[in-house]
């Protein structure tokens, strides 16, 4: 289904040329088949294939999207790639695999950003693994690194990183809904399954728009466009992100290009999982590699 919407009669042809098409996913409870576009829940990992472990702790990932690129709206189909892009990522809070110990966050360690290929017609696929259980390992399992319980106090010196490493934990840790009684572990995430899209139209926010028209002045009708069809805050496939902070597109580390918004996330919307303080998470992409994909989250 798509919303319509005409901009005004002040619309220039350079301001009416960043509309861009967005699709909000509609969805309901359940897992579905492997190969479904789904929030969370158990992903196709093809014949005899194994979770995925976190690149850094090595503990299970959890799913947290699942996109069938062969059974998107007809917009969209093969922007992104072929076969299934799937995004999965570590939620332990006693270890340091969130984007913030990373040197470069929008390609965190904690994180697994993958397209698999299509194999047959669109959609058909087969076999999946059988969930793991996401817990804390086990007594006489070498624990993965973690940051202290009890942080040193701030300090002018080197110590004050440090410090703030163990506050940021003890805050991922309260909005994970964990604690440092349970190792960590986070349930496993209720999952989603799309079964449908939405169509709507949107322009950049405010800001990105200014940059992209080289900081010239609106006018009255493109202003009120802005204000009528800007970035959702919410889930979606393609339109524009929603940005928290300013726009934060990463660069292709093959080719050096300016990456591609591809998926926003909001927290506890179709995904039952909070990015931060209620943040938004973002899924960018090389337009040239669409192998590259990169990951960040920002909130307030």
């Not at 002040?10 to 789904?38: N, Y």
């Not at 005899?48 to 850094?56: D, H, I, L």
């Not at 949107?202 to 802005?226: A, N, S, V, W």
Request: charged share 25%.
């Amino acid at each position: 289904m798509k919303e319509k919407e005409q901009p005004g009669t002040g619309v220039t042809p350079q301001f009416a040329a960043l509309r861009r098409p967005a699709w909000i996913p509609e969805t309901e409870p359940g897992d579905g088949a492997p190969a479904d576009s789904k929030f969370a829940g158990t992903p196709y990992l093809g014949d005899g294939g194994e979770w995925p472990p976190c690149p850094k702790c090595r503990r299970p990932l959890q799913l947290f999207l699942q996109l069938n690129l062969g059974q998107l709206p007809e917009a969209a189909r093969g922007e992104f790639g072929e076969g299934l892009l799937q995004f999965f990522h570590c939620t332990y809070s006693d270890t340091s695999c969130d984007q913030f110990f990373d040197t470069s966050p929008h390609f965190s360690n904690g994180v697994l950003l993958r397209l698999l290929p299509a194999e047959g017609t669109a959609g058909t696929y087969t076999g999946h693994a059988r969930p793991p259980e996401f817990a804390a390992p086990n007594r006489g399992e070498e624990a993965p690194p973690s940051v202290p319980d009890e942080p040193p106090s701030p300090k002018l010196g080197g110590g004050w990183r440090e410090a703030a490493k163990g506050v940021l934990l003890d805050l991922l840790r309260l909005g994970r809904g964990t604690s440092k009684q349970d190792g960590g572990a986070h349930p496993p995430l209720p999952p989603r399954r799309i079964i449908g899209w939405r169509e709507v139209c949107e322009y950049p926010g405010y800001m990105e728009t200014c940059d992209l028209l080289l900081g010239r002045e609106l006018t009255d009708d493109e202003e009120d466009e802005i204000y009528e069809a800007e970035p959702r805050v919410g889930d979606k496939l393609g339109g524009w992100p929603y940005w928290v902070h300013e726009p934060e597109y990463p660069d292709c580390p093959v080719c050096g290009r300016r990456m591609r918004h591809v998926f926003q996330l909001a927290s506890e919307e179709n995904l039952n999982y909070v990015f931060g303080d209620h943040g938004i998470g973002y899924v960018t992409q090389c337009t040239e590699h669409k192998d590259v994909m990169g990951f960040h989250w920002a909130s307030t």
